[in-house]
């Protein structure tokens, strides 16, 4: 990151965009970002520049309907990568404490020496237990997987009621909801099966979705049990996807018009 400092300056348009790509190319080098995660990102910030790089009003809705979920769960676990690790390790320690959450390290590319780093990383953020990490006789499968994600701890994902998947892969998705649990992701792309599967997709990028739901959780939690209730039950995830899709096309639509102004 050092080299990145000094090379780009903070008045840079694309800084911020440009100091994550940094952080998880460093992530890679301290083994805590599996490679591919170099791509998975290329594909979420090729989505996120078309949203602008911000929130769209569309995100908080989803964002809300989250918190609300996490907060009337009995068992909620957030699942953490090696990417939101680098991302948003503090935001997500936080919201952890916000919704009583467990914290869960869960791995498509998984190594003993990724699962300690990413340990690492989370209790260098705060984090008094952090689970999926040494897991002996507390090592579950998840059926229908048969890559290493399929691995869950008993004492976490397994016993979920709730699961906050941000940046997962779709088939678990899937699978997750099939064992009765609720699935909470982050998803820039609206048309994966990870967002079209979950229960509530937020369509945005992972720290800024993070960074607004520690805000909304400061607000759901002075609201009683009913008013969440409420929140969940008016919420469809299937026209807030549409909503986004509708979003993107418009801002596409936009931008065309105005480089042809500009041309």
Known sequence: MVRFLTEVPEDHPRYLSLKERHAIIDGMHQKIVAEAGLIAHGRGEAFDYILGEETPAYALIQEEAAVAILLLAEHPVISVNGNVA??????????????????EVNLFYRTKEREKNIESVLKDAGAKEVLGVHLGDRAKSIPEITHKRRIVDLNGIFLADVVFVPLEDGDRTMVLRKMGKKVISVDLNPMSRTSVWSNVTIVNHVRRATREMLDIADDLTKKSKEELITIIDKYDNNNLLQDSLRFMSDRLIKLAQKQLKEG
């Open 86 to 103: 680098v991302l948003c390790p503090k935001e997500l320690v936080q919201l952890a404490e916000k919704t009583s959450a467990k914290l």
